[in-house]
Nanobody
Framework: EVQLVESGGGLVQAGGSLRLSCATS????????VGWFRQAPGKEREGISS????????YYAEFVKGRFTMSTDNAKTTVYLQMNSLSPEDTAVYYC????????????????????????????WGQGTQVTVSS
């Protein structure tokens, strides 16, 4: 069973930093993309960043470039989102999600980079972790 568990959220002052973790388990995919998303109250869920397991290729939304960095551990079972220079506008529930790219005899056509931040392209989701940034 595919499982994604986010952690690391909390309350931080504006200008501060947090590192979120996404622990993955139950994967049987040969390749996949992990994405970070967030949803603020009253707003739609939006894509932040993504990383592809096979080559570590990352892609970021414009509004986090230079502030957020996505990475994985050596075993590639935990995905991190380092968030710096946080502002109250970053307050949201943060989710990680997975899009399988290859498994068994099936290989999906790789997504165009900008599509890697689309909510609809991901198949498995974690429960989310709350990030609150105070002014």
């Amino acid at each position: 069973e595919v499982q994604l568990v986010e952690s690391g959220g909390g309350l931080v002052q504006a200008g501060g930093s947090l590192r979120l973790s996404c622990a993955t388990s139950g994967f049987t995919f040969d390749d996949y993309v992990v994405g970070w998303f967030r949803q603020a109250p009253g707003k739609e869920r939006e894509g932040i960043s993504s990383i592809r397991r096979s080559d570590g290729d990352t892609y970021y939304a414009e509004f986090v470039k230079g502030r957020f960095t996505m990475s994985t551990d050596n075993a590639k079972t935990t995905v991190y989102l380092q968030m710096n220079s946080l502002s109250p506008e970053d307050t949201a529930v943060y989710y990680c999600a997975v899009r399988p790219e290859a498994w068994g005899t099936i290989t999906r056509i790789p997504l165009p980079l900008h599509d890697r931040l689309k909510v609809s392209e991901y198949d498995y989701w974690g429960q989310g972790t709350q990030v609150t940034v105070s002014s």
